[in-house]
């Protein structure tokens, strides 16, 4: 029969190992943290199978599952010596999912479960404490409710606000016994009121109620949401465990804490954390409370007044610095960890690898492999490349003026300028309209992750460094400034008040997650600088890797930016580009506009100097490195006005009446320009544009060799190439402009003549290709539209729908399909080795910049990967990933 049920704690382990795919990582660690000595609260886990069994079958659960389950509650009621149910000293669980991956806040959790009208009794007799029972049955009957009944959680939320502003108390804590018996009643009203029925008092019930809800979580729709950001396939599921209660709000001897074995904003080997006396998990997590400082060195920095656990409790404290380094050397990673001291005793009810910043992650993947801790094998791929986007972006100009209007605690580092905005749904709308915004929330939820992914920052009013709002932003990369304690928001108002001022929706504020500060405008900004950590281990990683790491890139300052960046070439220049400059433009319509060879002519010698200057340009930032620049590929009437008020100004500038360019531009009017009069197709017809263009290129490449003596090596590239006979001629036409150049000048250069794969039929016809071609460039972008028929353009509107129900497993625009456009890619590469064994390869579509494109790249053993600038360090480093991976 089989297993679905991993018991863990009092020295008992079913044999999970372990393993995280079958016990999720929350249950996979609290089996290893119980391995080896660590006080865990004992417990069970229903495997991740189980969920997908849950969901094929109509929301139900395995026969044999029953029995499991009471065998896991037995194993507790025996370690811990209570009883699941028993009104004179019961037993309480926590009910928490955990799938294999951390997704934190985006599933369900209910504690304090087997609470109810008898049980309550018994836990205040037990306890010594009845203020303590009743405040658990209400934080109880609300986290069910929410959770497991579907109910409004506002409604209990002002049932708790009333009872404080009636009894004039400012905090939670100053309820007493008799005031939480009270609102018990009131929530229990509650209940019969949203719900038809009184509130469950079987315990039992209660539990397979909340396993039922914390499965039904995997697809609630923050859930899948973050799975999409975060490319978390669907069909993983998640695990539920079931765990004995520990309590953190049992007095002054008791709490509750958030922590994490090295700082995760800056990587310091340093603890790291907040901790609240008298509470529970829920308070530190959601940002209810302010907390505490872990350390007194953390609390001094800050100049704050409470005590530090190091302070407060100090044995508690002593013993948490142990259990932190131990976890380290048995995970050998820096770890995140909730903890709760129960009457002075210490329990780890989780640990699991933290989430940090790219910053934070270079540090301590360096410092790691330096103390001997990991090898520079693992720290190299310790480090998500697409992480290292927020090291490659400018930040707050030091120098600038700054408005400040507050300051709250840094939770996430960057910073950001935007359009305030107060809800998640319009922080979407706006960007979605190409706004910079930066969300404002009292505090952020799991139903803000969509608000929170379109927003550039993220400004919360209450919580700490471990809130909500501050790890989803970090493992976003999103800078977040949490705590800002003096705003009054007024949500409804769509405002905040602070300092006497006040900012509405749509003024700009600027927020700097590395100093916490709030301020009113735009900020400018400072290129980052990137040496240390980060120099460090993209020297390990280029060591390891062996595909090359170009860059698209058609300016001189997108050249430099590449190269500091560790590009090494040029994967693809797009002459087009050059051909919109304002002062160019006129020349390029007279070409098109000209009846004959000899006017297009004409046109063309007034942009040769011009095409020359730039390349000579791109030439001496990439001295002594390829460049792949490919000819002109949009189709002609792109160059041409489109709208009726152009026409008259246009045709005046080109010296020609306004109905000649009307008659010009309709002839050139495609219905399906993508699939047009374009790329290759321009040149056999009008042969004499790529002559120019080859004249520019190979004129600029002498001139810049004969300058600097570091010779440049052009590649030139033919696009949207089907026949071999396409390409033939077009090297006719290169050559032809090369060898003149050479004669001229009296010196010759390296050089190649290849073409963009961009059609199926070039890949399948890649052999034949490859007999004149000297590389192939994979154009991933428009092979990807023209394999699969899917315009890039338009496929926003259901290509997310695609992925959601699993057509494909990511945008196909993002990272290669690998089935179908990856297939002909590699039937290419395998056709043109055969015809030309030397024959260069790589890609040079978006795709080059994503981690999991470039491990395709790495199995089909291209050559090199092209990336836009700012991709480049992404690029090295995932491709000395993939080529680790790969042994």
């Known amino acids: 029969m089989t297993q679905y049920v991993y018991r863990f704690g009092g020295g008992v382990s079913d044999g999970g190992n372990g393993d995280k795919n079958l016990l999720g990582g929350k249950g996979a660690n609290l089996d290893g943290m119980a391995s080896i000595g660590l006080p865990v609260p004992p417990g069970f886990t229903i495997s991740t199978p189980v969920c997908a069994l849950y969901y094929d079958s109509g929301e139900t659960f395995p026969e044999s599952l029953k029995a499991e389950v009471a065998t896991g509650v037995t194993h507790i009621e025996g370690v811990t010596g ?60 609300q ?25 004039g108390y400012n905090l939670d804590t100053e309820l007493t016994a008799a005031d939480w018996q009270k609102l018990v009643a009131e929530y229990k009203a509650i ?9 469950p008092q079987d315990v039992h019930d209660q539990l397979w109620g909340a396993i039922g809800a914390v499965f039904g979580s995997w697809q609630s729709e923050r859930a899948k949401v973050y799975r999409r950001l975060n490319d978390i396939p ?8 079931v765990q004995a209660m520990v309590f953190g709000n049992m007095g002054g001897t008791s709490a509750t804490g958030v922590a994490f074995t090295r700082d995760p904003a800056k990587g310091d080997n340093a603890y790291y954390g907040e901790f609240l006396i008298n509470a529970q998990g829920e308070d530190v997590v959601a940002g209810i409370r302010t907390p505490q400082y872990l350390t007194k060195a953390a609390r001094e920095a800050a100049g704050a007044k409470p005590l530090s656990m190091e302070e407060a409790m100090p044995e508690a404290y002593a013993e948490l610095a142990r259990v932190f380094d131990q976890l380290e050397r048995h995970y050998r990673d820096m770890q995140d960890i909730e903890f709760t001291v129960e009457r002075g005793k210490l329990w780890m009810l989780q640990t699991r690898s933290g989430k940090r910043t790219a910053k934070a992650a270079l540090k301590i993947a360096v410092d790691m492999a330096s103390e001997g801790l990991i090898t520079q094998d693992e720290a190299i791929l310790r480090v998500d490349p697409m992480a290292l986007d927020q090291l490659l972006h400018p930040t707050l100009d030091p120098s600038a003026t700054r408005d400040v209007l507050t300051k709250g605690l840094p939770a996430s580092p960057g910073a950001a300028s935007g359009f305030a905005v107060f809800d998640s749904d319009t922080a979407e709308k706006r960007a979605a309209a190409g706004d910079a915004v930066i969300l404002v929330r009292v505090e952020t939820s799991p139903e803000d992750i969509h608000g929170m992914h379109a927003a550039k920052g993220i400004l919360t009013a209450r919580g700490g460094m471990t809130s909500h709002a501050a790890v989803v932003a970090r493992g976003m990369g999103r800078p977040c400034v949490s705590g800002a304690g003096t705003l009054a928001i007024v949500a409804r108002e769509k405002l905040f008040r602070v300092g006497g001022r006040e900012v509405r929706e749509g003024d700009t504020i600027t927020i700097d997650g590395a100093t916490g500060e709030v301020m009113f405008g735009a900020v400018p900004t400072v290129q980052p600088e990137l040496s240390g950590d980060f120099g460090t281990l993209m020297q390990w990683a280029d060591a390891k890797r062996r595909l090359k790491v170009r860059t ?12 500091e960046f560790g590009a090494e070439g040029v994967g693809l220049c797009r002459t087009e580009h050059m051909f919109f400059d304002g002062a160019r433009i006129t020349a390029v319509r007279q070409m098109i506009l000209a009846s004959d060879e000899k006017g297009r002519r004409a046109a063309l010698d007034k942009l040769l100097p011009e095409q020359r200057s730039d390349f000579v340009e791109i030439f001496e930032v990439m001295a002594g490195l390829p460049v792949t620049i490919r000819l002109l590929d949009p189709p002609l009437h792109e160059f041409l006005p489109h709208e009726e008020n152009e026409f008259e100004d246009v045709a005046r500038a080109a010296g020609i009446d306004v109905e000649t360019l009307r008659r010009r531009a309709a002839e050139l009017h495609e219905f399906n320009p993508m699939l047009g009069h374009r790329g290759c197709r321009l040149g056999v017809t009008y042969p004499e544009i790529y002559e120019m263009q080859a004249r520019a290129i190979f004129e600029a490449a002498v001139a810049v060799a004969e300058k600097s003596g570091a010779a440049p090596i052009p590649e030139v590239m033919i696009p949207l190439v089907a026949t071999r006979r396409e390409l033939e001629l077009m090297k006719i036409v290169v050559d032809k402009a090369a060898q003149a150049v050479f004669a001229d000048k009296g010196r010759t250069i390296e050089y190649l003549v290849g073409t963009m794969i961009e059609l199926p039929r070039a890949a399948l016809r890649a052999g034949e290709i490859a007999e004149v071609g000297e590389f192939f460039s994979f154009g991933t972008n428009d092979l990807t539209q023209t394999t699969l028929g899917v315009s890039r353009d338009d496929a926003a509107r259901f290509l997310t729908t695609y992925v959601e129900k699993g057509i494909y497993a990511r945008d196909p625009f ?38 999991a494109s470039i491990a395709f790249c790495e199995a089909t053993r291209l050559d090199y990967v092209s990336a836009s600038p700012y991709r480049v360090p992404i690029a090295r480093l995932a491709a000395a990933q993939a080529a680790l991976k790969a042994k």
């Open 82 to 141: 209570k009883k699941f149910g028993d009104a004179a000293d019961p037993l309480l669980v926590s009910v928490r999912s955990g799938a294999r991956v951390s997704m934190p806040g985006m599933m369900d959790t209910v504690l304090n479960l087997g609470l109810n009208d008898a049980t309550v009794v018994g836990l205040a007799q037990v306890s010594g404490d009845d203020r303590f029972a009743w405040d658990s049955y209400r934080r109880f009957i």
């Open 143 to 167: 986290m069910y409710s929410d959770v497991v009944l579907g109910l409004d959680h506002g409604r209990f939320e002002e049932a708790l606000e009333i009872a404080k502003e009636d009894n």
């Open 191 to 199: 209940v019969e009121e949203l719900w038809g029925k009184p509130f």
């Open 234 to 241: 669907g069909d993983w599921g998640t695990a539920v465990n």
């Open 552 to 563: 698209n890139a058609e300016t001189p300052l997108d050249c430099r930016t590449a190269r």
């Open 814 to 851: 993002v990272s290669i399909d690998v089935e179908g456009v990856g297939e002909l890619i590699s039937l290419a590469a395998e056709r043109g080795r055969a015809t030309r064994p030397e024959i260069k390869l790589g890609i040079c579509g978006e795709h080059g910049g994503d981690p």
